[in-house]
């Protein structure tokens, strides 16, 4: 099978050019890797690859962004693996990526288990990714090998592409983009099985650059949620908890916020989301007014 791996960046020019260097490393080598940015300040390349880099560049925005690498890639590959490009993934993850598509025909999305994830704090650094990938090797996990989700986590998602069809990541979920890959991915259940395969792992560093500001953020916690489950893509029963849980994390620790995350910001998108849907207003791109 041929595989294409897509990392759509903004603002981290020496982690793409990190992340192409490490991908080097793979057991199964990309057969071509694409960077989507706005322009070419936004990518820094190693001075060599053992595969094809191809960049595309456009409007920022991460669904248009994904949009504009997965449209040429269709037809051409057979799997379409998406890496957030502070995503650190093990050595054999492309080729165990491979291998669960090849072994399982009914298998629309398959994404890895994350080990470690610097979204849920300060963020992590390379070294922190590479010990937690030394640490996992070998080890046994818990629960069934392969788990059932409503949709991926976008950091690290692998689509057949035979299954995409018309399929578009939704660009009314501007900038950060909050829930356009279970918006996606949810839609391939139709398809085929969504799954999580343990045994493929990754570490997400959950860099802070380039990301919006704490107040769009929290209004798309919001309005995006609602949305979504009004377009019938995802289902009330994961947007609506996961939506109460931000406003929950963002109420609750707004008197004193970590240093890394603005929640007195985000609370204030919430409040201001909240207010538009009450009124019957119901625009996630509302964001780029704020």
């Known amino acids: 099978m041929r595989l294409i791996v897509i990392i759509p960046t903004l603002g981290r020019s020496g982690q793409v050019g990190r992340l192409l260097g490490y991908l080097g490393g793979q057991t199964r080598l990309p057969d071509e890797v694409i960077v989507s940015a706005p322009d070419a300040s936004h990518v820094g ?7 094809q880099v191809s960049l595309v560049f ?14 040429p890639s269709l037809g051409r590959f057979d799997i ?8 650190v993934p093990s050595a054999e993850y492309l080729q165990q990526v491979e291998k669960a598509f090849v072994e399982n025909d009914g298998w629309a999305v398959v994404m890895g288990t994350v080990v470690r994830d610097g979204a849920t704090n300060a963020g992590l650094t390379w070294e922190n990714a590479e010990a937690a990938l030394r640490e996992n090797e070998g080890k046994k996990h818990d629960g069934p090998p392969v788990v059932d989700h409503v949709g991926a986590y976008g950091c690290n998602m692998s689509l057949r592409s035979s299954l995409v069809g018309d399929l578009r990541f939704d660009e009314r979920l501007v900038l950060y983009g909050w829930q356009e890959d279970i918006d996606f991915t949810s839609q391939m259940r139709s398809k085929g099985r969504v799954v999580c395969v343990t045994a493929i792992t990754g570490v997400h560093l959950g860099i802070k650059t380039g990301r919006v500001s704490g107040e769009r953020f929290g209004y798309s916690q919001v309005a995006n949620a609602i949305y979504l489950i009004r377009k019938g893509s995802v289902p009330a029963s994961f947007a609506l908890p996961l939506m109460f849980r931000n406003i929950a994390a963002n109420l609750a620790k707004s008197l004193r916020p970590e240093p890394y995350i603005d929640r007195r910001g985000r609370l204030r998108g919430n409040m201001l989301a909240i207010r538009h849907i009450a009124m019957g207003r119901i625009e996630p791109e509302y964001i780029l007014k704020i």
């Open 45 to 51: 390349l190693p001075e060599s690859c053992p595969f």
């Open 58 to 71: 456009g409007p920022k925005g991460l669904a248009a962004q994904r949009n504009r690498a997965l449209v």
């Open 80 to 87: 379409i693996t998406f890496f957030d490009d502070d995503f």
